[in-house]
């Protein structure tokens, strides 16, 4: 650990020196994460996405929006839809003793949630410091050691995009203009690591076009569960 906080202190000054740093950490409380497996295919899909913009600028909540491939064949390809979205949500099926997948399907602090948009309790304190560092197109991730909770830890990068628009020409939206925020353009997940000994690790990801609002976040999760314990935002 004394040589992680080494390298992320030399990284914050050279950063501070070319005037291009930027940093977040997380909070005493994680965020509660919710999750929506949406597609631009699916008709019933909308009023969850609707649901989901009405998150925005909450501290106390990470939405994230996963677009998945399996409405594509419908006739209409969402262009936001990700392979790893697909997968994603089939673990955590798996996970949780479930055989199906479907949509819009929220997840709620790790577990399936159906009464949205009522939203669960919020999440307990505590969970391990994580600090975000951005220098120009990389950004470096640093998870301090926890002395209790899971043994083993998880976690995953996404970068999250706001004030999409489509207008839809086929499949069971056709005719319809569908707006997004939270949407995952990348999802990228880490392996596991002892909670006791803190990680670190590193994003490339461009800072995107400057009509999308453009969000890296990383997210930590118990590796037993994919529960989250904490999360933190990036927003520069």
């Not at 740093?21 to 609707?50: H, I, N």
């Not at 925005?56 to 262009?79: E, I, N």
């Not at 707006?179 to 490339?204: F, I, K, M, N, Q």
């Not at 609002?213 to 927003?235: G, I, N």
């Amino acid at each position: 650990m004394k040589t992680l906080a080494l390298t992320l202190a030399a990284l914050v000054q050279a950063a501070h020196a070319a005037g291009t740093v930027c940093q977040a950490r997380s909070g005493a409380s994680p965020p509660l994460v919710v999750e929506l497996y949406t597609s631009e295919g699916c008709s019933s899909c909308p009023p969850a996405d609707r649901w989901l913009s009405t998150l925005k600028g909450r501290s106390d909540v990470l939405p994230l929006a996963f677009h998945v491939t399996y409405w594509d064949r419908l006739g209409w390809p969402d262009r936001f839809a990700l392979a790893e979205a697909t997968a994603r949500q089939y673990q955590l099926a798996r996970a949780s003793g479930q055989n199906n997948v479907y949509t819009p399907q929220v997840i709620a602090a790790g577990q399936d949630w159906r009464n949205w948009p009522r939203l669960p309790a919020a999440a307990p304190a505590g969970g391990p410091q994580v600090t975000l560092v951005r220098e120009g197109e990389r950004v470096s991730v640093q998870v301090a050691a926890a002395a209790s909770g899971p043994l083993q830890l998880a976690g995953y990068w996404a970068v999250l995009e706001d004030g999409h628009q489509s207008a839809v020409r086929a499949g069971e939206n056709a005719g319809e203009t569908l707006r997004h925020d939270h949407v995952v353009r990348l999802y990228r997940p880490v392996p596991a690591w002892a909670s006791a000994s803190g990680s670190s690790a590193e994003l490339t990801v461009s800072r995107g076009a400057s009509t999308t609002p453009r969000r890296v976040v990383f997210v930590v999760t118990d590796a037993a569960t994919q529960r989250p314990v904490q999360a933190a935002v990036l927003a520069c």
